[in-house]
């Protein structure tokens, strides 16, 4: 069994968070890179399985610029067998599309089983790569997952919806995206710091990959404009004289808030 992950590095979630008000991409120089966390849940499940179950291979995936390596390495201290780094400066500002076909590009050259990946990272939040790499490999998706079981050449799982939950099952090969509710992720310790260094890490291009972030016949999507999100302005106070009941209903009803 081959388990690949889609590790992400973001901006750390309790600092700065800055967008470069000339290149409209965030400023990650603001704060520290980490792993996103649900990245590291996602990592966490594969690592379980692989514990439990012999002759299952990780494998974690980073599409990351080339300073990344040592956020890429987090996923081998925890406990990946290998990883594979995808840097290339034509990903700057890399929209669902093309991050999705590099990294499918990727899973395809390397094999897989299965692949792991967060339903929404923190940074992007558009919570689509894992269904456009699924789609480009031609593999059943099963999204939003709140539970993990991988038996008997299939994969299945349940996930809330409205009124109830569902349950949902696939055929390997497969892709599937996990939420918060999985398992906390382990902390590496130092046997795992130590022997990442010596795990292998794989660093390709989008020339290995044979992947033209400006294919003309593959639609891109670009960032016309950026701006600053304004202040917040001061809200309405209402003083009471009598009328302060009428004049909320007034206000409700006039935003249409009722």
Known sequence: MKLIVLVKEVPDTYGDRKLNLETG???????????????????????????????????????APDGSVATVRKALAMGAGSAIHIADEALLGADVTLTAEALSAAIRRAGFDLVIAGNVSTDGASG?????????????????????????????????????????????????????????????????????????????????????????????SIMLTVAEKPPREAGIKITDEGDAGEKLAEFLAENRLV
């Not at 991409?25 to 966390?37: F, G, I, N, P, Q």
């Not at 179950?53 to 494998?59: I, Q």
């Open 128 to 220: 689509m790569v894992p269904a456009a790499v699924a789609e480009n490999l031609g593999a059943a998706y099963l999204s939003g997952l709140s539970s993990l079981e991988i038996a008997d050449g299939k994969v299945s799982g349940s996930r809330p919806v409205d009124g109830g939950v569902q349950r949902v099952s696939a055929s390997l090969p497969a892709v599937v995206s996990i939420t918060e509710t999985l398992p906390d992720p382990r902390f590496p310790n130092f046997k795992g710091i130590m022997a990442a260094k010596k795990k292998p890490l794989e660093t390709l291009t989008l020339a290995d990959l044979e992947v033209a972030a400006d294919n003309p016949e593959v639609a891109r």
């Open 25 to 63: 991409l965030a400023d990650r120089a603001a704060s520290d890179a980490v792993l996103d966390e649900i990245t590291e849940r996602a990592m966490e499940a594969a690592l379980t399985y692989a514990e439990a179950n012999e002759g299952t291979e990780v494998v974690a995936l980073a599409l």
